[in-house]
């Protein structure tokens, strides 16, 4: 029994020191900030490589178009007949093909409204209670006529709310083209009052309409080797997933309208007048001032009456992904010719006289520095022409957009209006670059196109006037957004649907990481250097997120993996502070710490070599005779410089005084420089910058030295809020205290 019992407590012993150990050297998952992002990205392959540049098999689809529009002013209403020619120029057989119909989010059936979240409101108008609760919806959706193949015979196809399938009779084989015909019709939104990317702003004042037509036909989906087909239905947002092709465009308008379009007017002679067309013909020339076209005055006088005659106007346009035009006979035209690089190309401007002069002050003016800054930085803006209109609402497509702004009544406006007016003009203008030339796919990866594009965006402001204010993209302002609730927060990298502040997730936190990354990580040379190269990799292509992620490394040498890791892939904020600074001075006297080096090495103090030695104020080994001393002040070093250096690199030499240990803590999540202002006691100051890397061992605290000839008065981390820290609180040293009005003014931000 005796026996059993020992053995039983050996076992016992045996297995608590088994588990014991295994408790301890319980291994763990890769948690660095640091981590490589392999995990995330997709692995390399031949169509979008290693390198973050197009594969030498990446391919792409191309879709042509002939259209024949009518804009019905009197009905409200666009008819459409359209022969599409699908290129297929990828690897796979296609059993079908699938058509974007966006205008079907507004059909009676469409589940756009079924899936908002809504609650009862506390009042309502007469006319928003009778529209939400007792009016039939209104009917925006596609009347598709007939869909028949090229010779004409019924074609099928099946509609899945916004998407159409196109059952096609046998699989389209790769490098084949498949032609098929469309006829179609919708009633035209009022975008003023029920909203929308496109659709008319109706003048009760003289009974005209202006129109703002997009999304407006039945367009291809993308197919491409990342994910298929794009299957996602439109509900409003992410509009922008689609192929590059060719168009021929006939748009049938009253008489008395002024029309601007994407593609090259092929007819100017049968839709201008021969005095507009002189005046554009002296606008190409015009370098520095808009030339008006179509006077304020001359459409006021056409707006006076309604012409029952039509006309015409017919387009070409090469290597777009979309197609949009507006039309009224309101519209006041004014261009100027914009130098890219020795190539002229031309900026216009179509505004309603409620929109003069704020839109002859500044849109086309505004929409020329887009082209040049954002030339400057990706490539040079190769279509012939880029259009502001004055569209009361911010949306863009292929060398065309339609911008916000008017100004009072009497004609005056204040810098607020001015300011939104012409940054929303540039970010319009902008997304010609994002992603209707670099085509990113915006219904999965918003922050691809509004994010990149609000970047540009503030380095063209800042070109357009000096000291102009900067809002959305600085680092400082995202600071509230960031600090927020975590349960209303998603990542960068989430598709646009899914986000709950879409603004500040998809155009300025991408924009504001930009801004750091050019500013304070990488610097001005080497990132425009990396971006530019993105940039004309993917110009005319498909990029992904990976494509971004690792030419941007590719053309800098610089691993950014723990940057797209942080600020992309998680919501953590940043917040680095300082713990605790001790301040040293140096002695030729063996300290206490020395004391404990030896014994750890078995040896006696004697024993050390010959030995300088930091001696901290708080320390038992400091005495007012060693402040301020400088090394030379000792024998020992100033005889190893005697004998080590000549008198020319003895001028070199630094003389440090005090020697300051800083300690860095980091309650935020993310990892980033630390950038750190010394103020000295003449006034003086100087900056260090610690890179991020500085976090990899440890990812709470670190620690550097400071050696100065100065007493420092005053340290500061981020001095000039670069990094987004959320609580700058700690960034002080002598720690400072604020009150809560000065909290709150902090946090605010302008503008």
Known sequence: MKKFISITLLLLISLNISFSQEIKNKGHYNNSKFKQLDEELPTPNTEHNASGAPGYEYSQQQVDYKMDIVLDDENLRIYGEET??????????????????????????????????????????????????????????????????????????????????????????????????????????????????????????????????????????????????????????????????????????????????????????????????????????????????????????????????????????????????????????????????????????????????????????????????????????????????????????????????????????????????????????GHNFFPMIINSDERKWTWMDEGLNSFVQMLAQQEYEENYPLTRGLPKNIVPYMKGDQSQLSPIMAEGEDLFDFSNNAYSKPAAGLWMLRHTIMGPELFDFAFKTYAKRWKFKHPTPADFFRSMEDASAMDLDWFWRGWFYTTDNNDIGIKEVKKYHITDKPTEQAENLAKRYGITVDQLPPSLYLVSEDSKDYSDEIKGKRPEDYNLLSSYIEQNFTAEEKGTLKSPKYFYELTFDKPGGLVMPIIVEFEFEDGTKERKHYPAEIWRLNDAEVTKVFPSSKTILKITVDPDEETADVDTSNNSWPKTTETQFEEFKRNQIKG
């Not at 002050?361 to 520095?369: L, V």
């Open 84 to 429: 599409i020619t699908y290129h297929n120029n990828s690897k796979d057989n296609l059993e079908y093909l699938w058509v974007q119909l966006d205008q079907n989010m507004r059909a009676p059936d469409s589940k756009r409204s079924e899936i908002r979240v809504d609650k009862a409101a506390t009042l309502y108008t007469p006319k928003q209670f009778s529209e939400k609760y007792m009016e039939d919806p209104f009917d925006g959706g596609f009347k598709i006529e007939y869909v028949k193949n090229i010779d004409n015979s019924d074609a099928s196809y099946f509609i899945n709310e916004t998407m159409m399938r196109l059952n096609l009779e046998k699989p389209l084989a790769s490098g084949n083209t498949h032609s098929f015909k469309i006829k179609w019709w919708y009633n035209i939104n009022n975008h003023i009052e029920q909203g929308g990317r496109s659709g008319f702003e109706h003048f009760p004042a003289d009974g005209n309409n202006s129109y703002k037509i997009a999304q407006f036909f039945p367009r291809l989906c993308v197919y491409n080797n990342v994910e298929g087909w794009q299957n996602k239905q439109f509900y409003g947002r992410s509009e922008f997933a689609l192929e590059f092709g060719n168009y021929e465009v006939n748009i049938t308008t009253p008489k008395d309208h002024m029309l601007g379009a994407t593609g090259i007017l092929k007819n100017e002679n049968e839709v201008l007048t021969k005095t507009q067309q002189n005046r554009l013909a002296e606008a190409r020339k015009s370098f520095d001032k808009p030339i008006i076209i179509v006077t304020q005055e001359e459409a006021t006088e056409i707006e006076k009456s309604k012409s029952k005659e039509t006309k015409t106007w017919k387009f070409y346009a090469e290597n777009v992904r979309d197609y949009a035009f507006a039309t009224s006979r309101k519209f006041i035209w004014d261009a100027m010719a914009v130098d890219i690089h020795g190539r002229t190309v031309m900026a216009y401007s179509y505004y309603s006289k409620e929109a003069n002069p704020l839109y002859g002050d500044h849109s086309t003016k505004a929409t020329a520095q887009t082209l040049k800054t954002y030339s400057k930085h990706t490539f040079d803006y190769p279509y012939h022409k880029a259009i502001s209109v004055d569209g009361q609402m911010g949306m863009e497509y292929p060398q065309i957009c339609f911008n916000p702004g008017r100004p009072n009544p009497d004609g005056t406006y204040d810098d607020r209006t001015k300011y939104r007016m012409i940054g929303v003009t540039i970010h319009e203008v």
